[in-house]
């Protein structure tokens, strides 16, 4: 994640369990809302599995 300060612009290393919550940019300060993970985006070390739709000969 990137400090949304544009002065600062540091790249922060949230751990999971502060998604939902605020953190404080450790260089400038500022409070920032990490972002809860969406739906249809995997959770990092989750994969999807998708099967391969297989063509269907006429």
């Given at each position: 994640m990137i400090c949304p300060n544009l002065k600062c612009r540091s790249v922060l290393s949230v751990p999971d369990h502060a998604r939902g919550k605020k953190v404080r940019c450790k260089s400038c300060g500022m409070r920032i809302?990490?972002?809860?993970?969406?739906?249809?985006?995997?959770?990092?070390?989750?994969?999807?599995?998708?099967?391969?739709?297989?063509?269907?000969?006429?």
């Open positions: 809302g990490v972002p809860m993970p969406s739906s249809n985006n995997p959770v990092e070390g989750e994969a999807l599995e998708k099967e391969p739709q297989q063509a269907k000969s006429g």
